[in-house]
């Protein structure tokens, strides 16, 4: 069974630039059955899609929310079955819980999800 497992820094300061990792159990990222998206949750707000990671077979590729393309960065590091998330000069409006899920490409459809990481963005 996958698992997907989420882990940050908690607690940063206005401008610093913290980043995520998502552990994946269970399963390799190195399939292209599946692409990896973060995804991010703020004090009463909706989730926000913030970019996804994909393998075709080759080689990882990623997308961005156009609104975060410059402040966002998905990389990975396939010796360990993890993907990170690094955010940029982050604002306290960043304040949010910050998700790893799995897309299945065939069924386009989040099938699963971590637990999530909270990031507090305060001075």
């Known amino acids: 069974q996958v698992q997907l497992q989420e882990s940050g820094p908690g607690l940063v300061k206005p401008s610093q630039t913290p980043s995520l990792t998502c552990t994946v159990s269970?399963?390799?990222?190195?399939?292209?059955?599946?692409?990896r998206s973060w995804i991010r949750r703020a004090p009463g707000k909706g989730r926000e899609w913030m970019g996804v990671?994909?393998?075709?077979?080759?080689?990882?590729?990623?997308n961005y929310s156009p609104s975060l393309k410059s402040r966002t960065s998905i990389s990975r590091d396939t010796s360990k079955n993890q993907f990170s998330l690094q955010l940029t000069s982050v604002p306290p409006e960043n304040t949010a819980v910050y998700y790893c899920?799995?897309?299945?490409?065939?069924?386009?459809?989040?099938?699963?999800w971590g637990q999530g990481a909270q990031v507090t963005v305060s001075s």
């Open positions: 899920a799995r897309r299945s490409v065939a069924l386009g459809t989040r099938d699963c």
């Open positions: 269970g399963g390799s990222i190195t399939t292209n059955h599946y692409s």
């Open positions: 990671i994909s393998w075709d077979g080759n080689t990882f590729y990623t």
